[in-house]
C-alpha cells in the first residue's frame, strides 16, 4: 500500500510539472526578443522558420532541474537563421538550457556565445546544463578569431549533432572551449574549405579546461590543428582563476580530455596537444594530414605551468602520404615531456611508399603495425580487427 501511495504521489508530481511547461511560438525577431527576455524555467521557445537577424542577448537564462529553458526551431525542416550581425546569440551565466535545430551564418564575431558573463562563478551560480543539439553554424567570421562556437566558462554541456562550416581564419575556431569543464562534444560535422587554413583549428580545449570528450565527430579540412588540445590562454581568463605565487608545474592549458572514436580527413596536424596535462587519443581514423598526424607543444611559458605531459595515442589508423608527412608524423617542440607520452597499438600506413610507414616516435610504440593497409586488411580480417572507429 505504501508503495502504491509513492508512486501515485511521484506521477503526479511529474504531471504537475508537465503542466509548468509553457510553450511560446515565435513568428518573427521582435517576437522572439520580447520572449527571451521573459523566458523563465520551463519555457520553450518555438521559433518559426525565416531570418532572424542577430546581436540577441540575455543574462541568467536559467531553467531547473527538469524544467529547462527550450529555443528550439519549429520545424526542423525549415529553421529560424540567425545572421548579418556581429553575433547571432550571446547568452550569458545559462543554466539548465537547450537549443535546437539553429542556424547561425554570415555573422562577423562568433555564431553562437555562450559565457559565464565573466562571473567566474561555480557550482549552481555559475552557467551549467547547457545542450546544444543539430545546430548550424557556417560563414562566421572571416580572417580573424571568430568562432562558430564559443564556450567559456561552461559545466555540464553537450554539443551533439551539430554542423560546423567554415570560421575565422585567423586564430578562429569550430568549436573553441575556455575554460569549460565536464562535457562532451559528440557526432558533429565539422568543415573548413580546402586547402585547409592553416590559422585556425577544428575544436579547441583550452584556458583550465578539463573533463572533457570528444566523440565520434567528422573533420573535413579543419585547418592547422583539427582537435588543439589545449593552447594559449591569457592569464585573467583562465577558469577557474590563476593564483598569483604558485609552485612551478602547478597549472596546465587543459587536463582530462578524451578524443575517441572520430574521424579525420586532412588538416595540416590532426591534433596538438599543447601544454596538456594528461589527454587520451585513441581508435581515431585518421585520413591524409597534411604535415603531421600529432604535435607536442608548449606555448604558455610561465613557469608556473606544467611542461606539456602525459598523453596517450593508441589504436588509431593512420594512413597518409609521403610528400605530405614532415619529421617522421610528429613534431615535439620545446618545453615539452615527450618522454611521458605512451603509443600503442596504431596503424601506419604510408599509401605511395609503404616502407616510409614507420614514424618517428618520441618514445618506443606498443605493438604498433607498420606498412600494411589497413583497408585491406579490414575487408579480410572484419572491422572487429580494425581498431579506428570505436569509442
Not at 568543415?191 to 573535413?220: M, W, Y
Request: charged fraction near 20%.
Amino acid at each position: 500500500m505504501k508503495f502504491l501511495l509513492l508512486c501515485a504521489a511521484l506521477l503526479a508530481a511529474v504531471v504537475a510539472r508537465a503542466a509548468e511547461l509553457t510553450d511560446i511560438r515565435v513568428r518573427d525577431a521582435a517576437e522572439f526578443r520580447a520572449a527571451l527576455a521573459g523566458a523563465k524555467p520551463g519555457t520553450r521557445l518555438l521559433l518559426a522558420g525565416g531570418a532572424y537577424g542577430g546581436g540577441f542577448q540575455r543574462t541568467n537564462l536559467r531553467g531547473e532541474p527538469g524544467r529547462p529553458v527550450v529555443i528550439a526551431a519549429a520545424d526542423p525542416q525549415n529553421p529560424p537563421v540567425f545572421s548579418n550581425a556581429k553575433t547571432g546569440l550571446q547568452l550569458s551565466n545559462p543554466a539548465h538550457l537547450e537549443l535546437h535545430g539553429l542556424v547561425f551564418e554570415k555573422l562577423s564575431d562568433n555564431g553562437l556565445n555562450i559565457d559565464d558573463g565573466g562571473s567566474f562563478a561555480e557550482g549552481d551560480a555559475g552557467a551549467h546544463h547547457v545542450v546544444l543539439r543539430g545546430l548550424i553554424a557556417r560563414d562566421v567570421g572571416t580572417t580573424g578569431n571568430q568562432d562558430g562556437i564559443k564556450l567559456s566558462g561552461l559545466r555540464d554541456f553537450r554539443v551533439e549533432g551539430c554542423t560546423i562550416e567554415r570560421w575565422g581564419t585567423g586564430g578562429g575556431s569550430a568549436i573553441d572551449l575556455v575554460g569549460c569543464h565536464r562535457g562532451v562534444v559528440i557526432d558533429c560535422v565539422i568543415r573548413h574549405r580546402e586547402p585547409e587554413p592553416p590559422n585556425c583549428t577544428g575544436v579547441q580545449s583550452k584556458g583550465g579546461t578539463s573533463d572533457i570528450a570528444i566523440l565520434r565527430n567528422r573533420f573535413e579540412h579543419a585547418g592547422g590543428r583539427a582537435v588543439n588540445i589545449g593552447g594559449s590562454t591569457g592569464r585573467p581568463f583562465f577558469r577557474p582563476p590563476l593564483a598569483g605565487g604558485a609552485a612551478p608545474g602547478t597549472y596546465a592549458e587543459a587536463r582530462a580530455i578524451r578524443v575517441e572514436g572520430n574521424t579525420f580527413v586532412g588538416g595540416v596536424a590532426t591534433m596538438a596537444f599543447v601544454g596538456v596535462d594528461g589527454a587520451v587519443v585513441r581508435f581515431n581514423t585518421i585520413g591524409r594530414p597534411g604535415r603531421w598526424a600529432l604535435r607536442i607543444l608548449q606555448e604558455n611559458r610561465a613557469p608556473d605551468f606544467i611542461a606539456c605531459r602525459n598523453g596517450i595515442f593508441s589504436d588509431n589508423v593512420i594512413i597518409f602520404d609521403s610528400a605530405a608527412w614532415a619529421s617522421g608524423g610528429v613534431n615535439v617542440g620545446p618545453g615539452t615531456a615527450p618522454e611521458t607520452f605512451s603509443f600503442a597499438r596504431n596503424w601506419w600506413w604510408c599509401r605511395d611508399q609503404p616502407d616510409r610507414s614507420r614514424p618517428t616516435l618520441p618514445t618506443p610504440e606498443i605493438d604498433g603495425v607498420y606498412a600494411r593497409d589497413p583497408v585491406e586488411a579490414k575487408d579480410q580480417a572484419g572491422a572487429a580487427a580494425w581498431p579506428g572507429g570505436k569509442s
